[in-house]
């Protein structure tokens, strides 16, 4: 029987015949997706798909990029956020 935890969606199985003969099933974690822009849906770059434990051990400036918005809006959406609040002033 498989254990509880596997029959989760965020465990990949893969079925492998040993050299016995065997057909065996192989478990792997599966990897969290991108994240993505707040506007427009993009993944954004810089982020790394970790799972949230390892993601902790990062260091601040390894998590997102350092820059206004950074980790929330991709780069055209940042300068389109900027220039709006710019101009409304
Ligand atoms: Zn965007």
Do not use: D
Not at 14 to 27: D, E, I, Q, S, Y
Not at 40 to 58: A, D, S, Y
Request: positive net charge.
């Amino acid at each position: 029987m498989t254990k509880p935890e596997y029959k989760s969606g965020s465990w990949k199985k893969r079925k492998l015949k040993v050299p016995g003969g065997n057909v065996k099933t192989h478990v792997k974690r599966v990897r969290p997706k991108s994240a993505k822009c707040g506007v427009c849906g993009k993944p954004l770059h810089g982020i790394p798909r970790l799972r949230q434990i390892k993601f902790r051990g990062l260091a601040k400036t390894q998590k997102r990029p350092e820059r206004p918005y950074g980790g929330i809006l991709c780069s055209n959406c940042m300068r389109k956020t900027i220039q709006k609040k710019v101009l409304q002033i």
